[in-house]
């Protein structure tokens, strides 16, 4: 219940609005400040190699070590978990999508962190500063705004416990638990220690840490993909060209819905680089400098190496793998047989022997094919499989012409289908009698029994159109389970490099998942520290320690509504403050480069 109450939220938050003013607000900046995220590029590269810093001024971090802490709340399990949840559930062409936002967010963080630094706060006793969304709403809108600035820091409170926390948690204890049987209570313990030892330092050793650690698990990442990619560097062009086709046409959702592309890639997007939430200017506004645009300036390296880079090899690999639309589905370590086949006619055959035209077949065929070679009149002919099994999908892939039936039975109760379709051929009807339309090729069929929990043993009648004489066979019948989330990542990776996938990403999910947690526990600090005061803080902190551990043991599902929902609201507010502040942003960039022209530094 309560799960469905805030998968309906979600729907009224990203179903159109959200959606639709992260692409203005990156649009717009965009056109108006005419390409700033291309023009000062080679800008921001000479001020994080440290050529224009100065210990002297105000602030407490380097303009590499802000860089470092927010991408370490941005390139986290975003890129490696939140790219796969965008191709499982909106399609390869979501990353289309995600790369769109991933531009035009460069243009927002511009904004963000620009306003973050040029509004933030500094404690007059302890000269520790302050900054984010609250500040530049309430500093540069007015005081009447108040409000809003509140709001937004309740908002980023629920995000740093959602994206920030409990997704990072729950895809960390997840590939531990599912590919090295490691207690999922036992890794959200880890993290809770980890992560607190951490947090009670401030921003100081957090942005040490992060300067430490996400270059180099950033570099491991991409190096490990860019191997990948060269061993199938003939296979690039066919990854694209999936991608463009797919973002058009929608062909790889459920539903084939090119709006449901769009919403998937720009959802994954900001959840990946957070262009347009105005979390990282939290860490870009305790930067040393008194230039506030050069932190602008710097953050719109963020969703150019996160999105642009890092996203992209997760992409590439996944798509190589073949785990995506109809392909994303695991076989388990189960294996399944015909026991018998019971028929009112004669034509079914079992036999290990491969099919005819084994040039084509040949990749398909797995050793036990059960073919039909005859003529049916009636539509009687059944299949019993065996092992019983708890499996929730089934899958089996066929070849032949005509239209065929089929439907599922459970052998306790005969007479009641348990088959549901989730995933079909593009050609097939979706309905509790599939039919499958095809030629001389393979067509993947994959039904959905989750609605059984209880161990069954699986009648499958299949049945072959009236009058139909042509041969037709089936192969590849296996208990799968669906892949999303950190375990599409796993599993892609194993496909290149048996057994190192998922050892390399368990080491880097936990590196990703730790900085990102630590970093978005200042983030939510900072929220806390203007809605409360100093006296929340501690509340706030303790709080968040005991909700990684919540994370590590929650499901997915539950977790992804929950996130998805805080950086949502986190949007609005935002928004209107990037739109209503555009004219100080334009102000400000002009003077500063006109300045830098004539040769100051």
């Known amino acids: 219940m309560i799960e469905s109450i805030i998968a309906t939220l979600v729907g009224w938050v990203w179903y159109y609005p959200v959606t639709g003013l992260c692409l203005f607000l990156g649009v717009f900046y965009t056109i108006r400040l005419r390409m700033i995220q291309l023009r000062t590029l080679p800008h921001a590269l000479a001020l994080v190699q440290g050529r224009y810093d100065d210990p002297n001024e105000t602030g407490q971090i380097t303009h590499f070590q802000a860089l470092s802490a927010a991408l370490s709340g941005t390139i986290g399990l975003g890129n490696i978990a939140g790219v796969s949840i965008a191709i499982a559930m909106g399609g390869p062409g979501a990353i289309l999508w995600m790369w769109l936002v991933g531009f035009i967010g460069m243009a927002t963080k ?65 590939v531990l638990a599912t590919h090295h049987g490691i207690p999922a209570w036992l890794t959200g313990l880890v993290l809770m220690v980890l992560v607190g030892g951490v947090i009670m330092g401030g921003i100081s050793r957090i942005g040490r840490v992060a300067a430490r650690i996400v270059p180099i698990m950033c570099a491991v990442y991409l190096i490990a993909a860019i191997v990948i990619c060269v061993m199938n560097a003939h296979h690039i062009p066919t990854v694209f060209s999936i991608i463009v086709y797919d973002a058009f046409t929608g062909s790889a959702v459920a539903g084939g819905s090119v709006g449901m592309v769009m919403i998937w890639g720009v959802r994954r997007g900001v959840f990946s680089n957070e262009a347009g939430l105005g979390s990282a200017s939290v860490a870009h506004a305790a930067v040393k400098t008194n230039y506030p645009i050069r932190e602008g300036v710097v953050a ?106 089929v439907r599922l039975y459970d052998s306790a109760d005969a007479a009641k289908p348990v088959m549901t379709v989730q995933l079909v051929h593009p050609d097939a009807a979706v309905s509790d009698q599939l039919v499958v339309r095809d030629s001389e090729h393979w067509n993947y069929v994959v039904v959905d029994l989750a609605q059984w929990g209880q161990s069954h043993r699986v009648n499958q009648p299949i049945w072959v159109e009236f009058q139909s004489d042509r041969p037709w066979h089936i192969d590849q019948l296996a208990w799968v389970q669906s892949l999303s989330g950190i375990d599409l990542t796993v599993v892609a990776f194993d496909h290149f490099f048996t057994g190192f996938g998922s050892i390399f990403l368990a080491i880097a999910v936990l590196f990703f998942a730790y900085s990102t947690l630590i970093t978005w526990s200042y983030y939510g600090e900072t929220a806390v520290m203007y809605t409360f005061g100093k006296r929340g803080i501690p509340i706030f902190k303790l709080l968040f320690i005991g909700v990684i551990f919540l994370g590590s043991i929650l499901n997915l599902s539950v977790v992804l509504s929950l996130s998805d929902l805080a950086i949502g609201l986190m949007v609005i507010p935002n928004g209107i403050a990037l739109l209503m502040l555009f004219p100080v942003v334009r102000t400000h960039t002009k003077q500063y480069f006109d300045q830098l022209k004539r040769g100051f530094k």
């Not at 880079?309 to 076989?331: E, K, L, N, P, W």
């Not at 079992?350 to 539509?379: C, K, M, W």
């Open 110 to 174: 511009y904004a963000e962190c620009f306003l973050g630094t040029q509004y933030r706060h500094v404690d007059a006793k302890t000269g520790v500063v302050y900054g984010g969304p609250m500040y530049y709403i309430e500093k540069g809108l007015g005081p009447r705004w108040r409000p809003l600035a509140l709001l937004y820091g309740f908002f980023l409170m629920l995000g740093a416990y959602g994206a920030g926390n409990l997704f990072q948690a729950n895809q960390a204890a997840s």
């Open 300 to 405: 719109t390296l963020g969703p150019l190496i996160d999105t642009m880079i890092v996203c992209t090899a997760t992409a590439m690999v996944i798509i190589m793998s073949g785990y995506f639309g109809d392909g994303r589905y695991f076989q388990t370590g189960t294996p399944v047989t015909f026991d018998r086949v019971s028929m009112t006619q004669t034509q079914w055959h079992i036999t290990d022997q491969a099919p005819p035209n084994p040039l084509t077949l040949s990749p398909h065929y797995s050793g036990n094919v059960l073919a039909f070679l005859g003529h049916v009149v009636e539509r009687s002919d059944r299949i019993e499989l065996s092992p019983a099994s708890t499996a929730t999908h089934l899958r089996f892939s066929s070849m032949g012409s005509g239209n065929r039936w």
